[in-house]
């Protein structure tokens, strides 16, 4: 499960780098999202609305907002999570094995290279620069430990929405809006945040 | 009449040869471990069984960790290794057992138990009135970022109770983590995958240890760039039989070719060289089917001092041969005659040694006193019953200078010029014993006793380093009435444990209550989930996921049946790693200990719990060794006492004592050497002693026996059977084995002291009216 935290990260800092804009360190990507989990066996999808920050090199911060607040902190060191200023959940890096892997994977993927990502899903691009879309299956299907069966992403300048589809048929859709990259280093509460996740 | 005994002893030889070559043709089974030498402990066989049980365990484990600054490289190797191994049919399994199949029967095993199993953390907020953040926990996982959550495991268990409690579960070998079917650590950039074993025999046998190795190390030789680091019983004793073959083969060979060439100088004859020969080669061979036929099997530290047996059993020979190079003698016959009194006493005494040997309940000690017994009377009688009737030998007239040189050492204790040499010789000594053995210290500790090999040292501490802590060969054994109360018990102690683990005392444990709860807590937790977080929060929690409300009536499969996980379930699911190790019997329990760093304080925090203890293996191997260093000394003082007998029996008292002079002398003086050489006394130096003792008093029985005219003969005799024991057992202390090198520096001082007193021991005998005259000082 850690692994789909991970690879949405590396998601998220790769897509602007195939659109027009590329990030760069220094550089601060924030944005509002709606992430919707159609899950079976539920009336309706889990809804949760918040708004992000992602700073390459950094981090990323997820903060959800309705249906209540949880903050989501994932940094080279680790993963935490707080509901209302209590920790639920730590994970340090030392314990998420791909982690060095797949910050390989987003860095080549900042750069322009694609190879790492490549190697574990075959990708088929469609659309124009405008409005572009990525089609990724995994090259290894038949791995019991694979929790994705397809991701598809649609976009434009930044990416616009991701939808992962689990072996099982249920699937994740978040849709980004209000994207802004500004030049400037985080604010000290997210950089507060940020190093939050990196004590062990 | 002896014409008989000789083709009695010849059919005997005969067989024994055939015995022999029979089971050398099967092929010979050694063991090598040193701790077989070790007697068995009887006082408490529930301790001695667990100790078996944890101890078999831990020796069977083997860990690699295959290393690659590359990935994929890394994980190839270690498949490949991995698969060396399991070829060749020495292993097994590989792996920790902690493969997608094994968790999801893990999973399955406890699912249905969902409402009876929570994790510490969990149990505490919910006694403490906290449900709210249990149930914020899991909408968070389930509306956070990415969702964590599969959809029907929170269908059935909306709080996430189960998931809690897995990631919860004590697991060991805390750095690594599991990388698409695989454990591993990224350290600097380098991947480290865990390639783990469990050996499907002993450690300690030979045939496993070479085809093992031997499939590892070449594995390794194929993976060019590949760091491999290894970790396991087998790799130790594998290198420690190496060494003690190697040492047991060339410390033999340099002891026989100087046994050959020092005889051979000493006769310049073919005669006495072969009849040397023969009377060694009958007394080994004798020697080594007679044990066969005893114990079956043979260890290589009894073949490493059994073939020691060569300077004493040689003794008897030579001291036939050196008459040759008396002026006096007569037919071979009247030679034998005349030294017979003196080596048939000579066997008595060392005998009686060896005896004393096989008194100790050890059973390689066994194996070299029987070992001993029997070729040192197959010498003897080939010496007896053989030699006069093959020897064709004239009187030796080439060694008036060896027996001038010989005789030296008889008149340096006569000789009326040496006595202010002999004063500051005996002053020196008493100095020597007296400063030595108050500087003398004892160590038992059983780690220092074998050779470790430092390079396999240094890979296992790398290893601990890189996967977190290792298990210790220490644990904590629960004893109960039965499981639940075992589990009971466990569950009373955690607070304690958690104590030290917050202390550092230890890094962590593994209990069998932490992977199924008593059903004490299994209730308990029930209620809690009932009253805590169903009750008050379950309706909220449906409605807030988007759940239909739950139906009280459901009796589908999802609902957890009304009865408890016990250990039994979860033992003959075998989902559970670790825990078929963990128990070892009902109520027979073990808690097992990572990265125990402070013994003595969890001895300590455990001390007041009944049915807890904590059991040290080594330590307790080691007070063993303690126990027994007393015995071996009790021993040489009861081998000496029965000697005592017999001499006086021979010289009359004053001749008696006279003649335990000498060997008396070193058994005090060789103690001393090794507390001035700054060593610590240890059950192996004790067990010297016995055998100095037995050694020292034949030097002293030929001096006893020897008459004036034969003095120089019967010294030259003494001389080279020293110098043959010294290059066999002398040789010893030359060996990398701790343990071998003590005995070899015992024996090396001790045999010297033994033959430096020995012409004292004529004193007092009958026949040597001169030598009772002059004064010692």
Redesign the interface.
Known sequence: MTRIVVFLLALLAAFPALATETLSEGQVLRGAFVQERFLKGFQAPLKSEGRFALAPGRGLIWRTEIPFAVTTVMSPAGLVQEVKGNETMRLPAARLPFMSKLYTMLGGALTGDWKALEDMFAVERGGGADAWTLHLTPRRADDPTMPIRAIDVRGGRFVDEVEIVKPDGDRDRLTFRDQLLKAEPPTADEAALLASAGRS | MRRLGALLWLALVLLASGYLALRLHDGLGFRTDLLALLPREEQDPVLQRANDAVTKALGRRVLALVGHAD?ETARKAATTLGDALLATGQVERIGEGID?DRLKRLGALYFPHRQSLLSDGDRALLAAGKGE?VA??A??????????????L??NDPFLLLPSFLTNLPFPLS?L?????ML???ENGTTWVLVSAVLAGEPFELDLQDRLVGAFDAAVRDMPGVTVKRLGAVFFAHAGSKTAITEASTLGTLSLVGTILLVGLAFRRPGPLLHNLLALGVGMTVGLSGSLLLFGELHVAALLFGSSLIGVAVDYSLHYSASLFDPLSGSPSDRLRHVLPGIALGLVTTLIGYAALMLAPFPGLRQIAAFSIIGLVGAFLTVVLWLPSLDRARRLTHGAWMLRAAAGLWSFWEARRWRAVRLVLVLGCALAGAVGLARLSADDDVRRLQAVSAELKHEQDEIQRLIGATTAAQFLLVQAADDEAALRRQEDLAATLAGLKAKGSIAGYQMPAAFVPSARTQRENRTLVATALDGPLLAAQRA?????PADPNDKGPNKAPEGVLTLDDALAADSVPFLRELVLGPGLHVVALQGLSDPDAVRAAVAGTAGVRLVDPTADFSALLAKYRHRALLLTGLAGLLMLPVLIWRYGWRGGLWALLPPGAALILAPAVVGLMGQDFTFFHAMALVLILSIGVDYAVFCAESGVEEQPVTMLAVWLATLTTLLSFGMLTFSAVPAVHSFGVTMLVGISIAFLFAPLAARGTRHNETTNDARLL
């Open positions: 990935r997608v953040e914020t926990r909408l968070s996982q389930a509306f956070g970022f990415a969702g964590l959550v599969d959809a029907g929170l269908r750095r983590t599991p990388d698409e079917g591993s650590v990224t807030s996921l988007g759940l239909p």
